[in-house]
C-alpha cells in the first residue's frame, strides 16, 4: 500500500468508527425519554435540537414521527434503529390510536427536506404500495391534511432538516398512511401505517 492512500484509509475509517459510535448514542437516547408534546421516549433530547423541539400543547392523541435519511440522525423506534429500503424512512410512536382527534408532531431528523401526508387506505391497501407519478409522487387526492410546515402548524414548502412540524386532524375509524410525498421520497422507504380504531 502507498504512503499516500495509507492516510486516506487509516481517516476512512476513523470516520466510520466515529458515525457508528454516534449511531450506538443515538439509538440509547432514544430508549431515555422523550421530548415534544405527549412523547413516550421516542424523540430523546440527546439529538434533537434547536427550535423544533417547542411546540404547542397539541390536542387530542399525540402522534409523534420522526422522518430521516441517511446522511442525517436516524431515530430508533421501540429502541431500534430503522431506515426504509431506499435510505429514507418516517418513523411513528403509535401503531395504532383511538378515533376522533390526533395530533403529529413531525421531528425533520434527517439533513434534507421532508413532510409528511396523511392518506387514507383502503380496507385492501397496504403502505408503501401507491403507484408513483412520473414526478416521483403518488396520487394525494383523498387526503386529511399535511405536516410540512417548518416550524408550524399545516401546509408550506417542506419542514427544513433539523426543525419540526405539527398537524392535528379527526379521524374516523380505519387504516391510514403517513408518507413524505416529496419526489422521490416515498419510494425510498418514507412511509407508515397507523390504525385507528
Not at 470516520?15 to 440509547?28: P, R, T
Not at 442525517?72 to 431500534?80: F, R
Not at 403509535?94 to 408532531?105: K, L, R
Request: hydrophobic share 45%; charged share 10%; aromatic share 4%.
Amino acid at each position: 500500500m502507498s504512503a499516500v492512500r495509507r492516510p486516506l484509509l487509516v481517516g476512512a475509517l476513523a470516520a466510520a468508527v466515529i458515525a457508528l459510535i454516534a449511531s450506538g448514542a443515538v439509538a440509547v437516547g432514544a430508549l431515555r425519554g422523550g421530548v415534544g408534546p405527549g412523547a413516550h421516549g421516542f424523540l430523546s433530547g440527546s439529538f434533537l435540537s434547536g427550535s423544533q423541539r417547542t411546540a404547542p400543547k397539541l390536542p387530542g392523541t399525540v402522534v409523534n414521527v420522526s422522518l430521516t435519511n441517511m446522511g442525517g440522525q436516524m431515530m430508533g423506534g421501540q429502541g431500534t434503529t430503522m431506515m426504509g429500503r431506499g435510505g429514507m424512512g418516517l418513523i411513528a410512536d403509535h401503531a395504532s390510536v383511538p378515533h376522533g382527534t390526533v395530533s403529529f408532531f413531525v421531528a425533520n431528523n434527517g439533513s434534507i427536506d421532508h413532510e409528511m401526508v396523511v392518506l387514507p387506505l383502503a380496507d385492501s391497501q397496504t403502505a408503501g404500495t401507491r403507484p408513483m407519478g412520473g414526478d416521483g409522487r403518488v396520487d394525494e387526492a383523498g387526503n386529511l391534511g399535511e405536516a410540512s410546515k417548518t416550524d408550524g402548524e399545516g401546509a408550506g414548502e417542506g419542514i427544513v432538516a433539523g426543525a419540526s412540524g405539527w398537524m392535528t386532524v379527526t379521524l374516523a375509524p380505519g387504516h391510514y398512511e403517513l408518507a413524505c410525498n416529496l419526489a422521490g421520497h416515498y419510494a425510498a422507504g418514507m412511509f407508515t401505517q397507523i390504525t385507528v380504531t
